[in-house]
Structures are given as structure tokens and as C-alpha cells.
């Protein structure tokens, strides 16, 4: 099935479905329906870090050195940790800019300076073309290993394939191809790309099921799990050589740390991240989910590398490129489908890295190198062309083909001498070199753009010497006495051991003295000046971040100069466009009610630098802009101003908050004591009243007996009986009334001690005793011996108990009435351990709506209108208020005419120290 | 993005803790032969404190409880 032509239709179906994607984002985003505005989309299309170094390389590196492989994970997982420092304000500095790639990010900081941004771009092409040969291998290998199926044959030398049969050069083709369709479909003045996001994120997807899909099947389908495949690899003759003998070989600490490092930088500074992180962003919001998601995907893609590598080579002890495992293991066990499953997921790898890092480099060719180029030759008269949108678009396919064609050659020339992992670490120590300006950018305002170059000429050059010499003296480019006698035959300067420093791995020796050069040349030829206007200017920008808009340079420009000018890179009605939107911002009616101010000259440079650099933005505004610009006095005493006038802002805003802060408490104070004010109302009036009933029922008795001395003896005693009780009532409200009112201030005596509220409950049911047996109720107690303890005040718990007791016995019928108390020990929702004590009875129920009202002070169950109360309404809220005081919860189970369940809480004491008073 | 000093500090806190679980001397108590149910120590160590500061750094930047 896996004949040579089969490939090629899937691969080309592959790339037909990713462009289908891109087509779709991008008709999505002119629709204004973004379809990458998603924190998702953008976790997964940062797994452009994962290329076919990842891949199939891991693998390999796996097989190698065991656990070596990880650092290159473990790092970016640091720096996105780091996210809400770095990425964030890189991310807003590059938004308010309009920075268009790292190159363009170092130039702008150090006084938008074109030289800065021509040597970084040069750095960053030299760098990233072994990287970019890498992935034209790794698709080219596994094109031929899985083209021979079922046989299982390494991919001959490259030298011997002639031209036209090589598949790296296809590949090479179609992928550049296939990016200029992508990158170049049109000039957008933000220089982002939503349609080719979505199909980034869409590869992430398919490389990374991919990945699982064999690692699953070598670890489950093969084997039987992790456990099995180390405990057989650790059997192999192979690993008996290794130190410690383990499948898992101890790492050297330098080196890994070294990469750990290494890779932190590169996952931020390689242009194909910077540009999927901060110049593709949609939403700086979406960087909070990314802080997790993207090291979680690395480490799911990583997750079987070790086991693929270690079955790898239990499998293939010999002859097998360990690079190929992740194919040839399906391949072995004639998975046809998973195979081919599994080029696909490499394909995808490495065209998005394909992708991306040209559509960044080009850019930064274009805007940094050949535009600043162009505008110095008087030959092209570029200053006499009116549109120039079709020249850069031009510029930039130009460069896309370009770069892919270095790639390709350094693949045929270098590709054979070296794995795929080392062929990508030379790379990232390129890229590192950008570390100390880009993060001085961040945070010194000091750093200058001499320093700036000085610290890159410095990296670069060691970085070339050290590894990119040796890389070519293998491949046999460069005699190899060079490697072992040094330059001019001068031992210390050998390559690999540059003034003497041995034990180190060439990555790590090369990485040590590049940023030590690197840093130390940065600073110190920094600090040998003091910045210029325009770089004190850049560094307030970055460094302090809000100063946006300084007006330093003095001049000024109409819209007639400025609107041509940016209407030549941009076309004319974008250029259009954006203007009527800068003065609708300002307030103004139409284009030419703009006025010639320096803030329009700011707004246009930032304009044309979003499409050609801000280097040559500021050459091209300058151009038509008279003006004279300001001493560093001046600027220095602007931007003094500004961050003063800030932190003043700043304070007058905290002060602000702490005032409103303030009055919403008051304001809340004051809401709470009219409500109790009016709570204090209601109860007066409501005790007055409740006292004024049995007052009126026993003065008109006794009115009724003082006045009328002829009243029979049978009724005069009637009467008599009734004043009692009427009498008993209001003593007992009144104790009730001043009960409450102690608890409710909070002055009542409370005698806390440690108790079985069983015993308590026993006393109570036997003071009840006889009024049950009066009214013929039955009264049932189920309580544990000897009962748990808690702590209570035993004559409150008692009053507790007879108010509940009395309560149920008011409302059961006279002799079917039945009273039963539960006591057990159960656990709260909190999981905490509580008794429980229950009181049941079978009288006529409360309504549901009732079941609160009860609780409150004089209200009871019952329709008022028509049921005589009985009691006083206050018994059930003392209840309450002591259970709560205690600690415990009081509430009603009820259900209407089928009794109600009064149960209340106590929290469990453990000590079981019973003080018995 | 982070809203409050107090997330941005938890994340620093945490990336000073990935270094140093991740680098000599930390590592080296656990850089040598030995295995964890059947899976080698110094990868099994590597795979779960990743895990865990994943798992960490999830919780940091989504929990909003400042």
C-alpha cells in the first residue's frame, strides 16, 4: 500500500486540508469572526516549538542519553512561568509599537536604529538555516524509509542521490510554495496572519495524536506497559556500557542546566516564536491560559519518547538510525495505516516550523535588510515610485524562496555529519544571542544601541567560530587540523576549547563564552555613553511601558505630506482607511480636518512601521518631516515630567479608591442601625401589645368583681382562675421579654461546661413527666448510654429541652398524642462530628411556609385570624439563640397533619473529662 | 493578564522553584540507578514534578482566589 505515489497524494491531501484551514481563518477574520480568538488556539499554535527535532530527533537523543532529551521542555515550561513578567510586557510593548518581528523589536528599543535591525536579521537567517535543513531531512528521511515498506532500509547519503531524484528538494519546493500562498496573500499593516494561526494550531493537534498514537502502540500493543520495556532495555548489552547501567543514564549538570537555559531562550527568542507569541497574539488575555497549557503540551508529546526509544532499540540493536524509530517500530510490526499516520504527524511538524519561521524571516529580510537596502541605492529611485505595497509582497516571496533554498543547500552540503537534535542546538545558541538585548530592552534603560551591536557582533562571532566552523570542518568544508590546532596554530584558540576550557560538551562550551561576551560587550559599551534623545525616548517606551505618544521630536507634517507617503506601502485606501479612523479617534471630521501635529507624525511612523520596520519607518517619516530634534536635556526633562505626573496619577487614584472604599462602609453602617432601629420599634410595639392582652382580660375580671358584689360563688371563682393563669402569663412573658433581652445583648450568664446533653435530656423528659401523664401523651426516649458529651450550659440545655418538650405537648390530641426524643451521633456537612438530638411528635404539622416564621420573635404557626395562640411567641427564638450560642443549629422538619420534627445540633466535645455538678 | 501582585509573585515563586527542582543539587539525589514500579527513578521524578508544576501553574493563573 505504501508505494512511493500513495505518499505523495496523502501529503499533498495533508497540505490541500491545511490550506483549506487557512483559506477558512482568513475568510473568518475579514468577516471580522475571528476564529483563532480562542486561548486554546493559541496554547496549541505555540506547539510550533515542536518541530521534526521533536518529533523523530527526541527519539533519538533519547536513545542516546537518556533522560537528555527533556531540558529542551523543561525550559520553555520555566519561561512560561515567568510569562506574567516577560511575555506580558513584551507582548504590550509590541502592541503599542506595532512591532512586526525580533528584529524589529531590538531596532525600535535602541533608537529605531536600521543597522541593529540589519545585523540582528542577519544573525537570526545564519542561525535558523542549518535549523530549517533540519526539517527538509527529517521529511526527506522518513519520505524514503517508509517509501521501501515492508523492508526497513536507512535512507542512502545524500551525496550519492543525484539532484533530481532528491525528495528533499521537492519538499523544499512545495513547502516554499505552499508559504507564499500562506504568508504573502496580501500587506497587512500588523504584519499577523489569522488563517495560517489556525492552521499552525491544527498541526499541533495532528503531530501530537500522532506521537500518542505510537507511543501507545509500542507501549500497550508491543509491550506490556512502561514497566516491561525498561525492565527489557535495561537487559540489553547496550546499556551494560552505559554508567550506572540503567536504561536512564546519570545527566552531566552543566549540560543540562545549559540546555534547560538555552531552550527558556529560545522558546521566546527563535522569530517563529516570537512571531505565534507576540506578534500573532489576538488577545493578551489569551497568555493565562497558555502559562499551562503549552507545557502541558509539550510534556504529553514527550511523554512516550523515552519508552519508543528504549523499544526501539530492544527491536533494532542494530542498523537502524535511532532518529527513524517512531516509524520503523510500526513499520516492523506491518502497521501500514499507523505509519503512515505517524509521517503525516512528522510532515505537520515540520511544515509548520517550515512555515512560520520563513514567513517570520522573510519579514524581517524585507523590512530590516533589503528595504533599508533599496532606499540607499539611488539606481531603483524608490523615492519616485508612488505604490509600493507590490514591491514588498514581491521582496518578501523573494526572500521566502531564497531562504529555503540556503536551507536546502546546507542540507545537501552539511545535512549527513550530524544527528538532528545537534543540528537544531547550533541554532538555538544563535537565537540566544539575542537574550541580553532583548531582555536589557525590557528592563535598562541604559542599554544603548552601540552596546546593543557590540554585544551581537561579539555572540555572533563566537557563535560562529566555536560551532558553526567546527559544524562546517566536519562536513569537510574547512580542513580538520583546524579543529584540533586552533587558529594560526595557536592551541588556545582552538574551536572546541576556546582558551583552554575543556569538559564541556560543544553546546555548552560555545553557549558559555557567546553570552559571556555577549553580556559583557552589551554593557560595558553601553555604559561608555550616555543615551541619545531617541534611545532614552525608546528605552522610557519599553522599559516604564505606559509613556506612549511622546511628542520628542519637534517638527511637524500635514496629512497631505504624510498620507502619500504611507499610501505607497500600504495602498491607497488602506492608507485611507486608517487615517479617517485616527481622526475619528481624535475627534475630528474627515482626513483633512487632521491636524499637522507631531502626534499624526507618530501615528503615521507607527503605521508604516507595522509594514516595513520601524528602522525604516523613521528614515522614510523623516524624509518628509522637517524637523529639529530635541537635546537629550530636553527628552530627559519630558520623560521626568511624565513618569512624575504618573506616579502623582497613580497615587490620586489610590487615594480615591480608599475614599469610596470608606463611604461604601459607612454607607453600610449606617443601612444596618436604621435596621435596627426599626427592628427595635417593631418590638416594642409588638410587647406592648402582647402584654396589653392578659392586662385587659384581668382588669375587666376584676372590674366585673369589684363592681358587682352579687356574682355566685361558682363564678367568682371562675373568674379568680382566670386572672391567675392571665397573671402567670404575663410574669412569664415578662421573663421571657428580659430572657431575650439578655441573650440578644449578649449579657446573659452563661455556665459552659463539659456534659452529656443525654442526662440533661433524661432530667427534662422527667420534670415533663407528669404534665404528659395529665394529657395522656406517651413520651419515648432513645438515648445512647452513656451518651456522647458537649459543651453547654446545663440549666440553658434544660431550658432547651423544655421548651421543645412543652411545644410538642401544647399541639398533640389528648391521649393519641405521641412524643418521642432521638439522640445520635452523626457527622455535619463539613465533616465535622455533631449530636444530633431530635424531638417528634404527631400533632397537626406547620406549614412549609411557616417553618421559618416560627423562629422569629412572637410570630407562631396557624392562621392568625382565626387560631387562639398558645403560648407567647418567644419560647422557639430563645431556643434558638441559645442551640446557636452553643455552637449547633436548630431547624423544623414538618409536613402538614403529619406531626413536625424539631431537631437541633450540638458540635461533639471528644474530651471525655465530664466535670459532674 | 495576571490580576494582582499577589498571582505574579506565586508565578515567580513557582519558575524559582522549576529551577531548582530541575537542576543540580536537587536533582542529583535523585540522578542515579533505582526504580519506581518499574519505571526508572530519575524520569519518573523528572515526569512528575513537571506534572506537578503544570498542575501548579493551572491553578495559579485560573484559581482567581486573591
Known sequence: MLQGWVIVVVSLVYLGILFAIAWYGDHRADTGRSLISSPVVYALSLGVYCTTWTFYGSVGRAAASGVGFLPIYLGPTLLFALAGFVLMKMLRVAKANRITSIADFVASRYGKSQLLGGLVTIIAVVGIIPYIALQLKAVSNSFSVIESYPQIIMPASVAAVPLHQDGALYVAIILAGFTILFGTRHLDATERHEGMVAAIAFESIIKLVAFLAVGIFVVWGIHDGFADIFAKAAALPAMAQRSGGAPVTPVAYGSWGALLFLAMFASLLLPRQFQIAIVENVNPGHLRRAVWMFPLYLLLINLFVLPVALAGMIHFPTGVDADTFVLTLPMAHQQEFLTLFVYIGGLSAATGMVIVETIALSTMVCNDLVMPALFRLPFFRLEERSDLSGLLLTIRRVAIGVILALGYLYFRIAGEAHALVSIGLISFVAVAQFAPAVFGALYWKGGTRDGALAGLLVGFMVWGYTLMLPSFAKSGWLPVDFMSSGMFGLDILRPQSLFGLTGFDEITHCMIWSLLGNTVAYAGVSLLRAPTAREAHQAAVFVSGNIEGLPVWRGSAGVTDLLPLVARFLGAEKAKAAFAEYAQHRGVFGINGLKADAGLVLFAENLLAGAIGSGSARAMVASVVEEEPLGIDEVMHILDEASQMRSYSIELEAKSRELQEATTELRDANARLRELDRMKDDFISTVTHELRTPLTSIRAFSEMLHEDPDIDVTERVRFLGIIVSETERLSRLINQILDLAKLDSGRGEWSVNTLRPGEVIREAADSMLALFHEKAVSLELDLPDPGPAALADRDRLMQVMVNLLSNALKFVPKSEGRVSVVLRVTSSPDMKKIIRVSVTDNGPGIRLEDQELIFEKFRQGGDVMTDKPQGTGLGLPITRQIVEYFGGRLWVESTLTKGACFVFTLPLHEDDNIENK | ?66
Not at chain 2, 7 to 28: E, I, K
Open chain 2, 1 to 66: 493578564m495576571i490580576r494582582s501582585r499577589l498571582t505574579a509573585q506565586r508565578l515567580f515563586a513557582l519558575f524559582l522553584l522549576g529551577v531548582v527542582l530541575f537542576n543540580f543539587p536537587v536533582l542529583h539525589i535523585f540522578n542515579r540507578g533505582g526504580d519506581v514500579f518499574g519505571i526508572p527513578l530519575l524520569y519518573a521524578y523528572l515526569m512528575v514534578i513537571w506534572l506537578v508544576l503544570i498542575g501548579l501553574l493551572a491553578v495559579t493563573v485560573e484559581g482567581g482566589t486573591d
